[in-house]
C-alpha cells in the first residue's frame, strides 16, 4: 500500500480480538496521533467486518474541522489502541521519532537504530505472544540529506533485519505483515520499490506493482 492508513483494516482480517498479540511499528513516523477524545470515535464501525472501502469511506460527507479521512496515516495505531486494548500485548516502537508518539497511557517500547538492529531477533522471539503483526513503511530505511532522500542502513543492517523476520515466518510466529510504500519519504517509487522488493524477495515473497 503506498498509504498507510488501511494497515488497521489490514490487520483485522487476520487477528482476533480475543487473543493477545504482539505489534512491531517500524516506521520513521509514530503514527500515532491521539484519537482519545475524538468526537467521531464511538461512531467507528466493526472494523473486523466492514470491507476496505467501507474503512476508507468512513467519516467522508460528514463535517471535518480538518478536511481529511477520520481514519488517516497518522492515527490508525492510535485507533487501534484504544478500539483494541486487551489484543495488544506489547508494543515495539522503531522510529525516527517524527509525530505524536502514542498516549501515555499506552505500554510502548522505543528502539533506536543501534537496539532495533542488534536486538531484533530476540525480541522476535521472546515476545511473539499469540503472534506478531509487523508493520512496515519502507520509509524507516532512508532518511533525507538537503533536498534528497538517501538509504539510512548498510547492506548488513537490511539484511540482519530480513533474516530475523523470516525465522518468524518459518516459526509460523506471524500473524499478519503490513508494508507501505511511501515514496514521498523515500526519494520516489523506484527507490521505495527497489527496498520493498528486496525485503520482501528476501522473505520469499514476490512483490511488483501493476
Same mark, same amino acid.
Given at each position: ?17 480475543? @487473543? ?15 484519537? @482519545? ?24 460527507? @460528514? ?18 489502541? #484504544? @478500539? ?18 502514542? #498516549? ?58 530480513? #533474516? ?47
Amino acid at each position: 500500500m503506498d498509504n498507510h492508513r488501511a494497515a488497521l483494516w489490514c490487520w483485522m482480517k487476520h487477528i482476533s480480538p480475543e @487473543k493477545r498479540y504482539s505489534l512491531f511499528h517500524i516506521d520513521a513516523h509514530y503514527d500515532a496521533r491521539s484519537v @482519545k477524545d475524538a468526537p467521531w470515535l464511538a461512531s467507528v464501525p466493526d472494523l473486523t467486518s466492514i470491507t476496505l472501502a467501507e474503512y476508507l469511506e468512513f467519516g467522508k460527507g @460528514k463535517e471535518s474541522a480538518e478536511k481529511w479521512p477520520l481514519i488517516a496515516w497518522d492515527n490508525y495505531l492510535s485507533l487501534f489502541f #484504544e @478500539k483494541f486494548p486487551a489484543t495488544l500485548a506489547e508494543c515495539f516502537l522503531a522510529t525516527h521519532q517524527m509525530g505524536d508518539p502514542p #498516549e501515555p497511557y499506552v505500554k510502548h517500547e522505543h528502539m533506536i537504530p543501534k537496539i532495533f538492529s542488534e536486538n531484533l531477533p530476540s525480541f522476535l522471539e521472546d515476545y511473539h505472544n499469540d503472534g506478531w503483526i509487523l508493520n512496515l513503511d519502507i520509509d524507516y530505511f532512508f532518511c533525507k540529506s538537503g533536498e534528497k532522500y538517501i538509504p539510512m542502513f548498510s547492506e548488513a543492517f537490511i539484511d540482519s533485519f530480513i #533474516e530475523a523476520v523470516a525465522e518468524v515466518i518459518r516459526k509460523g510466529q506471524l500473524i499478519c505483515m503490513t508494508i507501505a510504500l511511501s515514496p514521498e519519504c523515500c526519494g520516489g517509487w523506484h527507490a521505495s520499490e527497489a527496498m520493498c522488493s528486496r525485503i520482501t524477495s528476501g522473505l520469499g515473497f514476490n512483490f511488483e506493482l501493476p
